[in-house]
């Protein structure tokens, strides 16, 4: 297995938004990107590299959107030979699938593998394939969720762009020029998914229940905007909705703790304690950020009046978000 050395990344707030919804992201002001680890092949990989642009793409290769990408990665950067690639296989899996992508005489670039997600979660990856553009000096130019039908037109220009090539302002061009003739029906109910979420970060639930409906409506497919669609229903209090919507996923095609997480709100909604605290506990592990998984199994140990289990609970809870790492006393 091969085990990542040191992995950072941070992102701006707007660009923190579109992940935590699942959009494809292609702006990213001043954040940052660096890696350092070592392929399935044992050899070092570290990003940013000098003088040349990166494309990070994170996979898993038995879906077939991320063969498509990976496909598409091969055509675009025969073209440009100054551009460095590597691939990231998360999954289950990922240890024999890696290598056999490191063995395709058609993949010639570094391959990881990430079979807890802790690469792919520490990038705040959620969706598969997400393909990151990073420049010479490791800023990261762009961060596409998915593969949109723009995906190759889209890629190309953000790599001219971080080559030098092309200057900003015919980057902006060239990714918008067919925004509205590919705007699909995932990108509408992206959107409306992206206002329910800032209506209740504005305590507004009756608005944000409209535009939740307004998203339903264009019946998304995308395993990564059911899942958030999942989420947000369960935080409108519709845990039927939620649970109709997670059937919908293959449970291949996102993380286990993600969809355990969300089981588990559903069980804790309904009282199903017993439930609840299996999935939730589930949800604590392999997870990058637990956070939520740990408060919610708080509420369950609260009600069973398990105090000290409670307690530890809320406390982890507190020491997974930023804030509370930095308040955690050291360890002994």
């Known amino acids: 297995m091969s085990t990542p050395k040191k992995v950072w990344c941070g992102l701006a707030p707007a660009l923190l938004i579109a992940l935590s919804l699942g959009l494809p992201a292609t702006r990213a002001q001043d954040a940052k990107i660096e890696l350092a680890a070592r392929d399935v092949q044992g050899h070092e990989l570290k990003v940013p590299v000098a003088g040349h642009p990166t494309l990070l793409v994170f996979v898993r290769t038995d879906q077939a959107q991320s063969q498509k990408a990976l496909a598409e990665i091969r055509t675009l950067v025969k073209d440009r030979p100054g551009v460095l690639v590597a691939a990231v296989v998360s999954g289950e899996m990922s240890e024999s699938n890696a290598g056999a992508l490191a063995k395709d005489p058609q993949w010639t670039w570094p391959v990881l593998s990430d079979p807890d997600y802790q690469v792919s979660g520490k990038m705040k990856v959620c969706a598969w394939p997400t393909t990151m553009v990073v420049d010479a000096g490791g800023a990261l130019v762009a961060h596409i969720g998915g593969?949109?039908?723009?995906?190759?037109?889209?890629?190309?220009?953000?790599?001219?762009?971080?080559?030098?090539?092309?200057?900003?302002?015919?980057?902006?061009?060239?990714?918008?020029?067919?925004?509205?003739?590919?705007?699909?029906?995932?990108?509408?109910?992206?959107?409306?998914?992206?206002?329910?979420?800032?209506?209740?970060?504005?305590?507004?639930?009756?608005?944000?229940?409209?535009?939740?409906?307004?998203?339903?409506?264009?019946?998304?497919?995308?395993?990564?905007?059911?899942?958030?669609?999942?989420?947000?229903?369960?935080?409108?209090?519709?845990?039927?909705?939620?649970?109709?919507?997670?059937?919908?996923?293959?449970?291949?095609?996102?993380?286990?703790?993600?969809?355990?997480?969300?089981?588990?709100?559903?069980?804790?909604?309904?009282?199903?304690?017993?439930?609840?605290?299996?999935?939730?506990?589930?949800?604590?592990?392999?997870?990058?950020?637990?956070?939520?998984?740990?408060?919610?199994?708080?509420?369950?140990?609260?009600?069973?009046?398990?105090?000290?289990?409670?307690?530890?609970?809320?406390?982890?809870?507190?020491?997974?978000?930023?804030?509370?790492?930095?308040?955690?006393?050291?360890?002994?």
């Not at 039927?240 to 969300?262: C, D, F, G, R």
């Not at 609970?313 to 997974?320: I, T």
């Open 147 to 332: 593969y949109p039908s723009s995906f190759a037109t889209d890629v190309a220009a953000h790599l001219d762009f971080a080559a030098g090539k092309i200057d900003q302002a015919t980057r902006t061009q060239r990714t918008s020029a067919h925004e509205v003739v590919a705007d699909s029906t995932d990108q509408k109910a992206a959107r409306h998914l992206q206002v329910t979420q800032r209506l209740l970060e504005q305590a507004m639930p009756d608005a944000a229940r409209a535009e939740f409906a307004k998203a339903l409506q264009f019946n998304p497919t995308d395993p990564l905007l059911q899942l958030r669609a999942a989420r947000l229903a369960l935080a409108l209090g519709d845990a039927p909705t939620a649970e109709a919507l997670l059937a919908k996923i293959s449970p291949q095609s996102v993380p286990a703790a993600q969809l355990n997480l969300v089981h588990g709100g559903i069980a804790l909604q309904q009282e199903k304690w017993a439930d609840a605290q299996r999935l939730l506990t589930a949800a604590t592990q392999l997870n990058p950020d637990p956070a939520e998984a740990w408060y919610r199994l708080g509420l369950v140990y609260q009600h069973q009046q398990d105090w000290p289990h409670a307690a530890e609970a809320f406390r982890k809870a507190c020491e997974s978000t930023p804030a509370g790492r930095l308040l955690a006393p050291p360890a002994p």
